[in-house]
């Protein structure tokens, strides 16, 4: 069974662009995860989309915003980038949503330089 | 502050030792606990899945332990591996949200 894949791998961009991440969920999974990684914060949850609605969202600013498809792969958007939204990227992939959804799958992440 | 505390922040051991990694959570009421190893440049990867009932649980050379009463968990890896090496992420979720809090990690490097 395919992994996570998430796409670009590497995306620099410039203050004030915006972008759109990708993410294909390991097939039958219905619940996807969006995370931000930075050395200095660490992991930390941006949102979780299941049957295509974001059913939680972390402590982000609305220039991040995504969205779920009917075959369950999802996108990630930052719009109007700023230096500190350098980070890795990364979405994972699990059956059922929350914690009750099992193991967590990850991709290998994008990541995003901001210049 | 973090709910999810992780000690020691970074570990060097020789190939072959044994070491334990801790991780404290103040997370309540609580739903389970899990292990993940992330090699550097590459997303998590889940090492253990744990609940309230259970207090030990294996994969392989790793061994996690929970007491939910302290609020404590520990990863002990055994006869490490150079491929050990890597960061290791305690997340807690609570059972009245679907949030998981992250620690942030310990980075544990084996050298031969």
């Known amino acids: 069974k395919a992994g996570v894949t998430q796409t670009p791998r590497y995306l620099i961009k410039t203050r004030g662009q915006q972008v759109t991440l990708s993410c294909s969920p390991i097939?039958?999974?219905?619940?996807v995860s969006w995370y931000q990684q930075t050395p200095g914060q660490g992991l930390q949850f941006l949102f979780e989309?299941?049957?295509?609605?974001?059913?939680n969202k972390g402590n982000f600013p609305g220039r991040f915003s995504g969205r779920q498809f009917s075959n369950s792969r999802s996108e990630m958007n930052v719009s109007t980038l700023e230096l500190g939204d350098s980070a890795l990227y990364l979405c994972?992939?699990?059956?059922?949503?929350?914690?009750?959804?099992?193991?967590?799958?990850f991709g290998p992440g994008t990541r995003l330089t901001v210049l | 502050k973090n709910q999810v505390e992780q000690s020691p922040q970074s570990l060097i051991i020789l190939e072959g030792k044994n070491c334990t990694l801790q991780c404290n959570y103040t997370v309540s009421p609580f739903s389970n606990l899990r292990w993940y190893k992330q090699d550097t440049g590459r997303g998590p990867v889940s090492l253990t899945i744990m609940t309230f009932s259970e207090n030990t649980k294996s994969n392989g050379r790793y061994t996690a332990t929970l007491d939910a009463d302290t609020k404590q968990s520990s990863l002990h890896i055994t006869a490490s591996q150079l491929s050990d090496s890597a960061s290791y992420i305690c997340v807690v979720s609570a059972d009245n949200n679907n949030d998981m809090r992250f620690g942030a990690g310990t980075r544990l490097t084996v050298k031969p």
């Open positions: 097939s039958g999974h219905r619940s």
């Open positions: 994972a992939s699990s059956l059922a949503r929350g914690r009750f959804g099992g193991t967590q799958y």
């Open positions: 989309y299941f049957s295509e609605t974001q059913r």
